[in-house]
Nanobody, 123 residues
Framework: QVHLVESGGGLVQTGGSLRLSCAAS???????MAWLRQTPGKAREFVAA????????YYSDAVKGRFTISRDNEKNTMYLQMNSLKPEDTGVYFC?????????????????RGQGTQVTVSS
């Protein structure tokens, strides 16, 4: 079992920055972990992922170059630094984990999810 709790969402203007945090507990250290988002009118989508053991990062084309995923082994916490935010980044962001070290690029590939945190980017 993996328990995930997100924090750090909020309201920001276009071009601004936010950092999301995901506190993890349980059996997650051998897993791939990711950030997913649900934007209005769209299905839940993959944003970024990291292999916890090796720290290798993966990004969707929509956020590549603007967002950075990272993790802190000592704090059991994963982060998503979001820069140059756009109104289309508005949505609920979820921390997620899967029972594999291999990253999935589909939201459905992740078994565990947190409750989500709202990010709103105003124009």
């Amino acid at each position: 079992q993996v328990h995930l709790v997100e924090s750090g969402g909020g309201l920001v203007q276009t071009g601004g920055s936010l950092r999301l945090s995901c506190a993890a507990s349980g059996s997650f250290r051998n897993n791939a972990m990711a950030w997913l988002r649900q934007t209005p009118g769209k299905a839940r989508e993959f944003v970024a992922a990291i292999n916890w053991n090796y720290g290798r990062e993966y990004y969707s084309d929509a956020v590549k170059g603007r967002f950075t995923i990272s993790r802190d082994n000592e704090k059991n916490t994963m982060y998503l630094q979001m820069n140059s935010l756009k109104p289309e980044d508005t949505g609920v962001y979820f921390c997620a984990a899967r029972t594999s070290t291999i990253v999935a690029y589909e939201a459905s590939g992740y078994t565990y999810r947190g409750q989500g945190t709202q990010v709103t980017v105003s124009s």
